[in-house]
């Protein structure tokens, strides 16, 4: 297996007006790792993940994921419609809402992708729609529309558009948090189920056991800055920093986390 990170940021600055929200943030994801973003509401998590993937565009610095590559900054060329288009097709992204076409059936849902960006032929977009409905659990939902889908079952179906179009990398942002509790656990088994499988993938979430159990590696922001990263179970259990520790600290008061272990 290749050294060579799958995702790869270098530097990374954002600014919205007065409010820098990322301030030279680095970051690699290796292939087939699954790293977890943790920290409060605010911290730049969520636009981290959106500069990833160019739904935000940096001020500066770089981003990689694969063999593509882009810089900004002073002087920097932005990407063409289509390249970004390209490139997005590779970095599958689920968002905190499920963002379904209301007048589409489930297979329809994941169909469309396929169809219109991959210029798939429709008989071939089917069959993969049905196999990543029936990867999620839902191959009896496809021809049902979202209004009669619960919340849980709508983020799986948004799972299984973003794995439609087969991409390099999954990126997750908060996909459980609009989520009525019982229905989180479904999720987050697609979510473990593919991260088994080896999809490389960086997930926000405020699921801390969840990213103890599943990530390789965690990642603590606060205030547009990674405090502290390392191994997702010394993090967690045993956080060097005082600010990754005064944020767990909640969670172990909770009882959303196991008591943290010593230090050996």
Do not use: W
């Not at 940021?9 to 007065?18: I, M, N, P, T």
């Not at 998590?45 to 810089?71: A, M, W, Y």
């Amino acid at each position: 297996m290749s050294d060579t990170p799958k995702i790869e940021v270098l530097s990374l600055r954002k600014s919205f007006g007065s409010n820098e929200v990322l301030k030279n943030i680095s970051l690699d994801v290796a292939k087939g790792g699954v790293v977890a973003l943790i920290g409060p509401s605010g911290s730049g998590k969520s636009t981290l993940l959106r500069c990833i993937n160019l739904l935000v565009v940096p001020d500066g610095g770089s981003v990689r994921v694969g063999d593509t590559k882009f810089e900004f900054g002073t002087g920097a060329r932005l990407p063409d419609v289509k390249t970004l288009a390209r490139f997005r097709a590779t970095t599958g992204m689920v968002f905190q809402h499920f963002n379904l076409f209301p007048h589409m059936t489930t297979l329809g849902n994941v169909m469309e992708g396929p169809v219109t960006v991959r210029r798939m032929p429709k008989a071939d977009a089917e069959k993969l729609a049905r196999e990543q409905l029936a990867k999620v659990g839902l191959a009896e939902k496809a021809d049902q529309y979202p209004a009669t889908l619960s919340g849980g079952q709508k983020q799986r179906v948004a799972i299984a558009r973003a794995l439609a179009m087969e991409p390099d990398v999954m990126l997750f942002d908060e996909a459980t948090s609009a989520l009525d509790p019982e229905l989180v656990g479904e999720v987050l088994n697609v979510i473990q189920q593919l991260a088994a499988e080896g999809m490389t993938m960086v997930i926000v979430t405020h699921e801390i056991a969840f990213a103890r159990e599943v990530a390789d590696r965690v990642v603590f922001m606060r205030d547009g800055v990674v405090v502290e990263e390392g191994p997702a179970r010394q993090v967690i259990d045993n956080p060097r920093e005082a600010a990754t520790q005064a944020f767990l600290s909640h969670f172990h008061r909770t009882g959303a986390l196991p008591p943290a272990t010593a230090t050996p």
